[in-house]
């Protein structure tokens, strides 16, 4: 049975086009007998903005404070979710270019040297291997390949960076360029996630 690590970072609620196509894919793969783990980080899930304190206290050490105990067991508890899965799925809306924020703020959780990620002598080697991953990125705009897509470029890089080269991309674009081109946009993406095999 595929394990599916599914997290959601739309910050726009019941109006979330990304809440929609990835409520499109969990069914369609629990229906393939998938077990769907979903982390809403936009919603209910939200994490608290990595800062120095944290950052530090996540590289470990006899004396963190209480905070950074708490914080170190939160970034234990989302790798140890992210290792327990085979693939991972990403909804990623753009803002402003790019992912949001909440979504940045798991990568700042979870990216820590010696544990999802280390350095050799040739370079960085990611430690989260044998998994596959899932990107499905909903746009106001259209700019699939272009020079404004600091969604699909920048997560690809973070990934490949914790070993996680294998991923696929649905793309939802247009979505606010009037009502045809969004019906189009989403059921394009919806046509690609039917695809997909869990
Ligand atoms: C804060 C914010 C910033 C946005 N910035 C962009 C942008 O830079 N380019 C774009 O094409 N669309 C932009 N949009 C539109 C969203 O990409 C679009 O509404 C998409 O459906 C968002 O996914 P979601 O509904 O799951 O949140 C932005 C939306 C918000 C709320």
Redesign the pocket.
């Known amino acids: 049975m595929s394990k599916v690590l599914i997290l959601k970072s739309?910050?726009?609620g019941g109006?979330?086009?990304?809440?929609v196509l990835i409520d499109h894919l969990a069914s369609h793969w629990e229906n393939q007998g998938a077990a769907i783990t979903v982390r809403d980080l936009g919603g209910k899930d939200v994490l608290p903005m990595v800062d120095g304190e944290i950052a530090s206290g996540l590289r470990g050490g006899a004396e963190l404070s209480a905070r950074q105990q708490e914080m170190l067991a939160l970034s234990d508890t989302l790798v140890a979710e992210l290792k327990a899965n085979d693939t991972l799925v990403i909804?990623a809306?753009?803002?402003?270019?790019t992912i949001p924020t909440q979504l940045k703020n798991w990568i700042d959780f979870i990216a820590r040297v010696g544990v999802t990620f280390t350095y050799t002598e040739t370079g960085p080697k990611g430690l989260v291997e044998g998994k596959r991953a899932v990107l499905v990125t909903?746009?106001?705009?259209a700019?699939k390949d272009g020079p404004t897509d600091h969604v699909v470029p920048y997560l690809k890089t973070v990934l490949a960076f914790i070993g996680i080269t294998n991923v696929e991309v649905v793309y939802?674009e247009a979505?606010?360029m009037g009502p045809e081109a969004h019906d189009k946009g989403m059921s394009e993406a919806k046509h690609s996630i039917d695809q997909l095999k869990a």
């Open positions: 739309s910050i726009l109006y979330s086009q990304s809440a909804a809306p753009m803002y402003n270019f909903t746009r106001g705009g700019h939802a979505l606010n």
